[in-house]
């Protein structure tokens, strides 16, 4: 661990995604009985939204859904079935560049391309080793207690892009992750076809380097060559992106710096708007200021407690808190532990 600031990475505030992912969460659990006002609850996503698919929203308002679908569902292998029902249509564009291309390798590294495009909260890549190829995802630096979700979430939604180009339904022959075996381990191999080893070097989906050049049914040269020269476009404009909704601004401030934003009055003096007009635009978006800060102080503390050595009064400076006990307080409300708990756990 380094006491180097989280602010060194991009916020989750600060880095766009497509409604894709969060329409195939909400129409997953819709299906259990969960409503979308449920799951969308304080991300300023409302269902309207989810019927427009060009949108972009931020990291920041998918894992607000995400927390919502674990609370609401209680279910731990919510992220396998998310990823496992993100199929190559989900991803637009770049979804249509992986079908048609030439060889699965040529699939694969599409995705390894266009990062943005993909929307992963990993740095996704793809390596060859003689007889052996492995879907490698890593560098994973958003919410800690969501780690293990938006890890099943990646290697689910990977193998399901194998899945779908090769027009076959396969079995890696190993799945590896980094985190020790949660409660639902008996449901790797179901949904993605293999037990996963626990406690490993690096989260991977292992298969035969020799699928890797083989012809895809769908290739099409001319649409591969087209479809990638639009997923480039799409990738600097999106790059550059973010949302532009009064949560997703509102966030992106928070994010940068909860002590100088943590007032209705400072967040509204920085939105050019007055307080009253602030705290509707955020009700009428599904969200409060209070929630907003709450959740933002939540995810940098678990970030600073996991990845740096700050003591707990730097901490609470940093969440911009007047005194440690009130830190130590919010944080008990938010996980029920203490954090110095936290950190040792």
Known sequence: MTDAPCSQRPSPAQCVATLHTIAAAVSLLERQGIGAEVLLAGS???????????????????????????????????????????HISSYGILGYAMLVSPTLGDALQCAQDFPVLLGSYFKVSLRRNGDEAAIVAADYHYRPDLTVINTDMCLASMWAIVCDVLSARRAPAALEVTFGAPAHAEAYEERIGRHATFDAAENALIFPASWLDEPLPLAE?????????????FEREWATAAGNDVTARSLRLLYSDPCRYGSLRAL???????????????????????ALLDRVRHDLALDYLVRTRLS?????????????????????RWTGQCPSDYRCA
């Open 221 to 233: 040269p001319v649409s591969y060559l087209m479809s990638r020269q639009q997923c480039a476009q």
């Open 44 to 86: 300023g996503i409302s269902e309207g939204d989810l019927r427009q698919p060009s949108g972009l929203v931020t990291h920041a308002q998918e894992l607000i859904v995400f927390a919502n679908a674990l609370r609401a569902c209680g279910d731990t292998r919510i992220g396998l079935d998310i990823g496992r029902a993100m």
């Open 268 to 290: 509204a003096d920085a939105l050019c708007v007055s307080e009253r007009t602030l705290r509707r635009r955020l009700a009428g978006s599904g969200s409060a200021f209070q």
């Open 312 to 332: 707990m009064s730097d901490i609470a400076e940093r969440l911009g808190y007047s005194e440690t006990a009130g830190f130590r307080h919010a944080f008990r």
